[in-house]
């Protein structure tokens, strides 16, 4: 064990709080990653991953809901079997074609964390349906735009192409996030504020 | 899966931040180079690393088949062109070298994931990011490894409740939203558990950390990265 004698400087309460959601809402983007559906529109099968992007900016925040998304990332890349399929590691995040939308995960979180909330956390049930699906709608273009530029760069790609590979069969599916996120946020089935 | 396992091999022993700046290094270096001859010279230095962490390739490329069909796609969709001459071998083997050097940098990953244990990791980070950034994400990422199958077997608990109840015969946007709302509620109830935990055993942003030494093993590898780093440069 290393030694310290500075003196102890507690985590103020509501940061406790926070810090403890943010943990479990990135342990749970980790296990939406297992959880697929097949998709009636298009071959490609829906995660849930986008849902929990879209639900950390408006159940944790502006703040609080990129840092469960970096959380997640860090996660990642030091090992817990996190990204789709179970896969982990720096390399990931690094090299790995997908990594635009990885990386796009705490932009988009902040962005709709933003929409929703404006400066303050406010209680995010008050929010009307329009703001709410607009706020999403940024952030999968967001999520979209950084993806596509990754596949650019990583494998040269042209943009038609790129969009091809990467955005055609899974855009359609992103409509049922956001009218999924719209239905859990309306709803009192959350238990917490 | 491709997970910790403990070990004594010549990976197991480097200091996790050597390990970690190993891998950026790489893939700086594979980024500069993805030449045949760069990656060659590359396709060499990862199976060296594969063998100081006894890791078998094949089992590390299973670890990591969901992103081999789009790696084998590239080149082709690269390739293709609408109208003559339909398809461009130059750009289809650019698009493919660019797709093998993935390959090589998850597999060096691989080596980092098989070899440190989470609890190295966090000290990793914790002794890197400084100041309380560096405290949240490493207490995080311990949090993130003990939750993590905690709430994988939650939402296989819901999937397999729902089925029972022929609930899996629902519109998928029904489906979505029971399990994401069950896995919401199960995860929020356990933060607050946690919280009240944390709070409890007086969570502090300085705690003392557990030692890490760079030991003369770490030498050469960082001797290594160097060079990797520079030859991405120049």
Same mark, same amino acid.
């Not at chain 1, 559906?37 to 992007?53: E, K």
């Not at chain 2, 949090?143 to 022929?166: G, H, N």
């Given at each position: 064990?290393?030694?310290?004698?500075?003196?102890?400087?507690?985590?103020?309460?509501?940061?406790?709080?926070?810090?403890?959601?943010?943990?479990?809402?990135?342990?749970?983007?980790?296990?939406?990653?297992?959880?697929?559906?097949?998709?009636?529109?298009?071959?490609?099968?829906?995660?849930?991953?986008?849902?929990?992007? #879209?639900?950390?900016?408006?159940?944790?925040?502006?703040?609080?809901?990129?840092?469960?998304?970096?959380?997640?990332?860090?996660?990642?890349?030091?090992?817990?079997?996190? #990204?789709?399929?179970?896969?982990?590691?720096?390399?990931?995040?690094?090299?790995?074609?997908?990594?635009?939308?990885?990386?796009?995960?705490?932009?988009?979180?902040?962005?709709?964390?933003?929409?929703?909330?404006?400066?303050?956390?406010?209680?995010?049930?008050?929010?009307?349906?329009?703001?709410?699906?607009?706020?999403?709608?940024?952030?999968?273009?967001?999520?979209?735009?950084?993806?596509?530029?990754?596949?650019?760069?990583?494998?040269?790609?042209? #943009?038609?192409?790129?969009?091809?590979?990467?955005?055609?069969?899974?855009?359609?599916?992103?409509? #049922?996030?956001?009218?999924?996120?719209?239905?859990?946020?309306?709803?009192?089935?959350?238990?917490?504020? | 899966?491709?997970?910790?396992?403990?070990?004594?091999?010549?990976?197991?022993?480097?200091?996790?931040?050597?390990?970690?700046?190993?891998?950026?290094?790489?893939?700086? !270096?594979?980024?500069?180079?993805?030449?045949?001859?760069?990656?060659?010279?590359?396709?060499?230095?990862? !199976?060296?690393?594969?063998?100081?962490?006894?890791?078998?390739?094949?089992?590390?490329?299973?670890?990591?088949?969901?992103?081999?069909?789009?790696?084998?796609?590239?080149?082709?969709?690269?390739?293709?062109?609408?109208?003559?001459?339909?398809?461009?071998?130059?750009?289809?083997?650019?698009?493919?070298?660019?797709?093998?050097?993935?390959?090589?940098?998850?597999?060096?990953? !691989?080596?980092?994931?098989?070899?440190?244990?989470?609890?190295?990791?966090?000290?990793?980070?914790?002794?890197?990011?400084?100041?309380?950034?560096?405290?949240?994400?490493?207490?995080?990422?311990?949090?993130?490894?003990?939750?993590?199958?905690?709430?994988?077997?939650?939402?296989?608990?819901?999937?397999?409740?729902?089925?029972?109840?022929?609930?899996?015969?629902?519109?998928?946007?029904?489906?979505?939203?029971?399990?994401?709302?069950?896995?919401?509620?199960?995860?929020?109830?356990?933060?607050?558990?946690?919280?009240?935990?944390?709070?409890?055993?007086?969570?502090?942003?300085?705690?003392?950390?557990?030692?890490?030494?760079?030991?003369?093993?770490?030498?050469? !590898?960082?001797?290594?990265?160097?060079?990797?780093?520079?030859?991405?440069?120049?």
């Amino acid at each position: 064990m290393a030694t310290s004698n500075d003196s102890v400087e507690l985590v103020g309460d509501e940061a406790v709080v926070n810090l403890a959601r943010a943990v479990l809402f990135a342990a749970l983007m980790g296990a939406f990653a297992f959880v697929s559906f097949p998709n009636p529109l298009s071959p490609a099968p829906i995660t849930l991953q986008v849902l929990g992007v #879209f639900l950390a900016g408006i159940m944790l925040g502006p703040v609080w809901g990129p840092a469960a998304m970096l959380l997640y990332l860090v996660a990642g890349a030091v090992g817990a079997p996190v #990204f789709a399929g179970g896969a982990s590691g720096l390399g990931v995040l690094l090299a790995e074609p997908t990594l635009g939308y990885l990386w796009s995960y705490p932009v988009a979180a902040a962005a709709v964390g933003l929409g929703v909330h404006g400066g303050s956390l406010g209680d995010y049930r008050d929010t009307s349906v329009p703001v709410l699906v607009a706020a999403m709608v940024v952030g999968t273009v967001i999520i979209y735009a950084l993806g596509i530029a990754g596949l650019m760069a990583v494998l040269g790609l042209g #943009f038609v192409e790129a969009f091809t590979a990467g955005a055609a069969v899974f855009l359609p599916a992103e409509a #049922f996030k956001i009218a999924a996120a719209v239905g859990i946020v309306r709803s009192d089935a959350i238990a917490a504020t | 899966m491709l997970t910790y396992t403990p070990g004594d091999s010549l990976a197991h022993r480097l200091d996790p931040r050597t390990k970690l700046l190993l891998q950026i290094t790489f893939v700086a !270096a594979a980024v500069a180079h993805t030449t045949p001859r760069g990656l060659a010279i590359l396709t060499g230095l990862t !199976a060296l690393f594969l063998a100081a962490g006894r890791v078998s390739p094949q089992s590390a490329l299973w670890e990591f088949r969901y992103a081999l069909p789009l790696l084998a796609a590239g080149p082709l969709v690269s390739g293709l062109t609408f109208g003559a001459p339909w398809f461009v071998v130059n750009e289809a083997v650019e698009t493919a070298l660019a797709s093998y050097r993935v390959v090589l940098a998850l597999l060096v990953s !691989a080596v980092y994931v098989r070899t440190t244990s989470p609890r190295e990791s966090r000290t990793a980070i914790q002794r890197t990011v400084p100041g309380k950034p560096g405290q949240f994400l490493g207490m995080g990422v311990a949090l993130v490894f003990r939750f993590l199958p905690v709430l994988q077997s939650d939402l296989a608990r819901v999937r397999e409740a729902m089925a029972a109840r022929l609930g899996d015969e629902r519109p998928v946007i029904e489906r979505m939203q029971l399990v994401a709302t069950a896995g919401l509620n199960r995860a929020f109830r356990r933060a607050d558990t946690l919280a009240l935990a944390l709070q409890a055993r007086c969570l502090a942003w300085n705690p003392t950390l557990p030692e890490l030494r760079f030991s003369r093993l770490d030498a050469p !590898a960082i001797v290594l990265s160097a060079v990797l780093a520079v030859s991405a440069v120049v």
